[in-house]
């Protein structure tokens, strides 16, 4: 078969055939890879292979139904909608497709902060879906966040999801600096000049990372540009601006806008300050240690979110999967919700993330591969792809509602005394 024949897809593996078809390589590299060698994105699917069912027979299936609730709100599946920045390098819809989409599903969503379309206009477009209850709590929509040196923006930012319906707050927490991803340092990753960071836009200009990424050929004058706003800056802060510009000169723009405005001196006293001026649940991205776990719990957090950044930080972690029963241990007991991301491909990755405890899965490039396929209708077509596995892997397991699900139906390899 052809490299360059698309598929009609009935499995996500065939909607990431086609994106990588129709893509452009700047965006789809930027989607794609991960950081260094890699071996971490690799090993996020690798480890759900690793892991074996034990189904249960003769059990009444005919009516298998995966409703749940997410920090008190009702959703359709335990199947959600990672963060992913910039998806109208997958569609020119971007977020706004992928809202509608999620919306049908009632499924949640969680907007990246680094969206191309503004957290206001994104959930504006889910709300245009009809919600027979509106009591619901649906379309759920949370909110991504990146602490930035400027509490200020920071703060306003999380003003605004507050007005138009955002019900948490994800602060992603590996990120001090952006993991080396060898394909954008080759690309020198930009995005195209009719494209901007959306939530950051003002009346007078495109700021911060649009400023630096549209114009290849004015990087080092906006890089210095944005570097010059900060005033009574210290030594550690003066060092982190000589190598945003170094960065921007020689590797990825999307680097050199973390080191220049994302915070690496955020620690879990920043998380009281967010938890004291909203009222939001908090729910942190990136944990993968008990050790952590247990710091979220004990700062409030609400949620904790098992995730590697789909392999693009630190390469040689431990896969998700990995991670999770140390997470959900330490937390045992706790009122903390655990979900996963990273590696999900299949239902049955889903029902294995299930059947260890998480709470919820969520999904990152198969929402952009769906969006690069057909827009809206590509996204909705990925959902119900991976929402049909799980139903199907649910009831071949002998599993009809999601209680069901227990540690008893997956263990590692084909050792069948290494039951989990």
């Known amino acids: ?53 034990r189904p249960r027979i003769l059990r009444d299936v005919s009516k298998v139904n995966t409703q749940t609730k997410l920090l008190g709100s009702s959703v359709s599946s335990p199947i959600c909608l990672s963060p992913t920045a910039m998806q109208r390098l997958a569609h020119d819809e971007g977020e706004k497709a992928t809202a509608r989409a999620a919306a049908r599903a009632k499924m949640c969503m969680i907007l990246s902060s680094w969206a191309t379309t503004t957290a206001e206009d994104t959930i504006a477009a889910g709300k245009e879906i009809p919600v027979q209850d509106s009591s619901s709590g649906l ?10 040196k400027n509490r200020a923006m920071t703060e306003s930012l999380i003003r605004r999801v507050e007005k138009v319906g955002y019900k948490a707050l994800v602060i992603t927490v590996d990120t001090p600096f952006l993991g080396r991803r060898l ?15 959306a939530n950051f836009e003002t009346k007078d200009s495109k700021v911060t990372m649009a400023n630096i990424l549209d114009q290849p050929d004015k990087q080092d004058a906006a890089a210095e540009k944005l570097l010059e706003k900060n005033q009574g800056i210290n030594g550690a802060e003066k060092a982190a601006q000589g190598r945003s510009t170094k960065v921007v000169k020689q590797e990825s723009s999307l680097a050199a806008y973390v ?40 700062a409030g957090c609400q949620g904790i979110l098992v995730s590697n950044h789909g392999g693009r ?28 991301d990273g590696g999900v491909r299949k239902g049955t990755d889903v029902f294995k ?3 260890l405890g998480a709470k919820a899965v969520f999904l990152g490039r198969p929402v952009l591969w769906g969006l690069a396929h057909n827009g809206e209708e590509g996204v909705s077509l990925a959902l119900s792809l991976i929402q049909q596995e799980l139903e199907l892997a649910m009831a071949l397991a002998g599993c009809c509602q999601l209680s069901d699900i227990t540690r008893d139906f997956v263990q590692h390899g084909t050792n069948a005394h290494s039951k989990l």
């Open 313 to 340: 930080q630190l390469d040689g972690v431990l896969a998700t999967i990995d991670a999770l029963p140390e997470v959900l241990e330490a937390v045992k007991g706790r009122n903390v919700e655990v979900y996963l």
């Open 353 to 355: 993330a299930l059947a």
């Open 139 to 148: 379309p759920l929509f949370w909110f991504q966040l990146y602490v930035y």
């Open 259 to 298: 080191v220049s405005q994302i915070d690496p001196s955020l620690n879990w006293k920043d998380i009281e300050w967010i938890r004291s001026i909203t009222k939001l649940p908090i729910v942190v991205k990136g944990v993968m240690t008990a050790e952590d776990a247990k710091l979220a719990a004990d």
């Open 183 to 197: 394909a954008d340092v080759r690309n020198v990753f930009k995005l195209p000049s009719h494209m901007s960071m």
């Open 1 to 53: 078969m052809s490299r360059q024949q698309r598929l009609v897809p009935i499995s996500l593996a065939d909607l990431e055939h086609n994106a990588h078809i129709t893509m452009d390589l700047n965006a789809l590299d930027y989607y794609r890879s991960g950081a260094n060698d890699m071996q971490t994105l690799r090993d996020n699917q690798e480890a759900f292979n690793r892991l074996r069912l």
